[in-house]
């Protein structure tokens, strides 16, 4: 699953999982989530850090479902919605361009991450899904006619409207029940963090992050803890249990411990090349917020709780690292993944903004989506401001804090202004999956 991400990502330390990402530096998901803006923008506010569990997998209970009460159910829609730009349906982003936008749309993103679910569904893997998928009219056949329709539909229509009338006509919304039994879906948002490494020690770069002894199936549990692995200064080297089995090296030791956090991340290695790893597996330990323990311990003010606000503090007491970062005690190995996409827990490509993660014991995978939120827009000045969306999008990620039908994980995309955006992600919405009437 590609649930990693962090990289500034507001620091909030928590989140969700592509196969290959979740990133970063700057980002993670939100704790608590500020309410939906009732004005078209504001300006984004520091984000707290998050003291939900990280994109990796964490041993936690499963949450019970029961069978009686389907997570999606059939709405019907208003023939006489206006302003229309602000009803279900309207995809503006896919139709950017031109002196009010000044940017292009993402048409073609879309029309690849529907490809990628396309391919999914073409999978055994799939039919075994859908099988058994508790909805019995949301079948693996009418899933695909639906993309194929919606694909023909968004390459043909000229305008946001017409794509919107034509989606409107021709398939029926089916909403999530949301966390509450009405609907409220609580919206987070992950993406890929991209850090420097080097594939050998230096005496610049010198924190690893390891690969899966081969034996690790047969660890006796309770399993090391952080501490026992690295060391309290990360820096166990040849005393390691671990030793030999070092995969890359950082120059920050916070860096590499998001890593941890994300399970996931590209890195600009020092030979020039470019890789990325990937989650291979981790100790079974719950999740320790830093944050929250920082906090706790009257180390930083809410106010302070933010990724900026880490960093500077560590920056500032590099020593405290020794103290806080082993009370994590999870240990995470990675794989190296080479210089691929952030794939999805269906095992295909995530694309930036057009795809989503959802709890895939509950939501049809790979399926034809729209999400109704707000999201983070970098706006004049630099500054981020939320804008209410209505976005198309696919289903084709999952996370281990992703779990019931009210919660969605949306993939940001790439890199620093990704990681800033997902890092001040996070509000209420809605959730609906769209599919042909016939």
């Avoid at 700057?26 to 506010?45: D, E, G, K």
């Amino acid at each position: 699953m590609m649930r990693k991400t962090l990289a500034l990502f507001s620091l909030s330390l928590g989140i969700a999982f592509v196969s290959p990402v979740r990133s970063v530096v700057a980002q993670v998901r939100i704790m608590t989530m500020p309410p939906l803006p009732t004005t078209p923008s504001r300006v984004a506010q520091p984000v707290i850090i998050p003291t939900i569990p990280p994109t990796v997998p964490q041993p936690q209970p499963q949450p019970s479902v029961t069978p009686a009460t389907p997570a999606l159910k059939p709405i019907g829609l208003s023939n006489n919605c206006t302003p229309t730009n602000a009803c279900l349906g309207w995809d503006d982003q896919l139709f950017w361009g031109g002196k009010e936008k000044g940017k292009a749309g993402d048409r073609q993103a879309l029309i690849e991450s529907i490809d990628h679910s396309l391919r999914y569904l073409q999978n055994p893997s799939a039919a075994k899904i859908y099988q058994n998928y508790p909805i019995k009219e949301i079948t693996l056949d009418r899933v695909r006619r639906s993309l194929l329709r919606f694909r023909q539909l968004v390459l043909t229509s000229k305008s946001p409207a017409e794509l919107q009338a034509a989606v409107r006509r021709e398939f029926t919304f089916y909403q999530s029940v949301g966390n509450d039994g009405k609907g409220t879906v609580k919206f987070t948002a992950y993406y890929e963090p991209i850090y420097e490494a080097s594939r050998v020690p230096t005496s610049e770069f010198k924190y690893p992050i390891y690969q899966l002894p081969s034996n690790f199936d047969q660890w006796e549990k309770p399993h090391p803890k952080r501490i026992e692995l690295e060391g309290k200064d990360g820096l166990l080297g040849k005393d390691s249990p671990l030793s030999g089995l070092e995969l890359f090296w950082f120059r920050d030791r916070f860096d590499a411990y998001l890593v941890h956090i994300q399970g996931s991340a590209k890195l600009e290695l020092t030979d020039g090349t470019v890789t990325g790893v990937g989650y291979a597996n981790g100790t079974d330990y719950p999740w320790t917020s830093i944050g929250r323990e920082l906090l706790n311990d009257g180390k930083i003010t809410q106010k302070q709780a933010t990724m900026p606000g880490i960093i500077n503090f560590f920056e500032q007491n590099p020593s405290a690292m020794d103290d806080y970062l082993p009370r994590w005690e999870r240990f995470v190995f990675f794989r190296d993944k080479g210089n691929t996409p952030a794939t999805g827990s269906i095992g295909v490509p995530v694309t930036p903004e057009r795809s989503i993660a959802t709890d895939k014991s509950l939501m049809p995978p790979g399926a034809l989506a729209l999400v109704n939120t707000s999201f983070p827009y970098v706006g004049n000045g630099g500054n981020l401001e939320y804008r209410r969306v209505s976005r198309f999008v696919l289903d084709q990620d999952t996370g281990s804090a992703i779990k019931t039908p009210g919660r969605v994980d949306y993939f940001m995309g790439t890199g620093k202004v990704a990681g800033e955006r997902a890092g001040v992600t996070g509000g209420n919405g809605t959730l609906y999956y769209l599919l042909l009437k016939r």
